[in-house]
């Protein structure tokens, strides 16, 4: 991957969680390519190695680390090891995320047909919805935001100097069907960015946040694509309400998180969250 525009982070030391994914792997790829040290952190270990090898196949300097955001002491030896090897967190990257079937409905409306199936084995319901199951949303969604941050910005604050960079969603904006624990976890995230920054104002420590539309990711892929690889109906309603009519491209993200990363550049932004999404956000519909 080329980045749009270089930006210098060669002294600088980025941990991006969820960076094993497709997204996050593509935004470690690009910080690396601007010359930073990258740990890569991932529940599955496998996953951040292979992309820490691919960075430093082409020169760069990465590590993969196995980390689990909802687990402080995971995340302690995690910042212990990156420490080790390249140094204190500058730039945090808070990638980590997803959705869970147990915090999905069936349905995109409640009918007075689905109000008769209430309880049935093979269909979930607004009234049906798992509170375990929602909770584990808002947990790896809010809770893999902000312990990871506690973490790794405890030395930024010390330092007075550092970047964090929370990925929020397009359900934070306008929350889809079907997801209402995803979209209230990440209208959280959304919100905890905005007083993050107000809180580390004093510290020299912005904080930001990228709110991707659609791309297609290994998380997804299965709900917005059918067997034959022909778009699943969700996906063309996603694609009819995205005005520029496509997904994105995970390289079309690097932008964005390079201005955000860069203090010469968003020296003076902090608090922000900026969709990255075709305009999707800004369509009625109409």
């Known amino acids: 991957m080329s980045v749009p525009f270089k930006i210098d982070l060669k002294s600088k030391t980025a941990v991006v969680t969820g960076g094993g994914g497709i997204l996050c792997g593509a935004m470690a790829e690009a910080l690396a390519e601007c010359g930073a040290k990258v740990a890569i952190l991932d529940l599955k270990l496998e996953f951040a190695e292979k992309v820490a090898a691919g960075i430093c196949a082409k020169g760069g300097k990465a590590i993969g680390v196995d980390a689990n955001v909802l687990d402080a002491e995971s995340l302690k030896r995690a910042e212990k090891k990156v420490c080790e090897a390249f140094g204190p967190c500058d730039i945090l990257l808070n990638g980590a995320g997803g959705n869970h079937p147990k915090g ?93 920054a107000v809180h580390f104002s004093k510290m020299n420590v912005r904080v930001n946040a990228i709110a991707p539309g659609f791309f297609i990711t290994k998380q997804n892929e299965a709900l917005l694509k059918k067997p034959d690889g022909s778009f699943s109906d969700r996906a063309k309603k996603i694609l009819n309400m995205t005005p520029m009519g496509r997904f994105g491209e995970p390289s079309e993200l690097i932008g964005a998180l390079l201005w955000l990363a860069d203090d010469k550049a968003s020296g003076f932004v902090s608090g922000v969250v900026v969709p990255v999404d075709g305009a999707f956000s800004a369509y009625s519909g109409v």
């Open 104 to 196: 999905t409905t069936s349905n995109e409306f409640l009918t007075p047909e689905d109000m008769k199936k209430i309880g049935s084995k093979d269909f979930v319901s607004f009234f049906d919805l798992d509170p375990e199951g929602v909770k584990f949303v808002f947990n790896l969604n809010f809770l893999g935001t902000l312990l990871p941050t506690q973490v790794f910005a405890a030395k930024m604050a010390e330092r007075k100097s550092g970047v964090i960079i929370n990925v929020s969603s397009m359900n934070a904006f306008c929350p889809l069907t079907k997801i209402p624990a995803y979209s209230g976890a990440k209208a959280a995230v959304s919100n905890f960015t905005q007083w993050l």
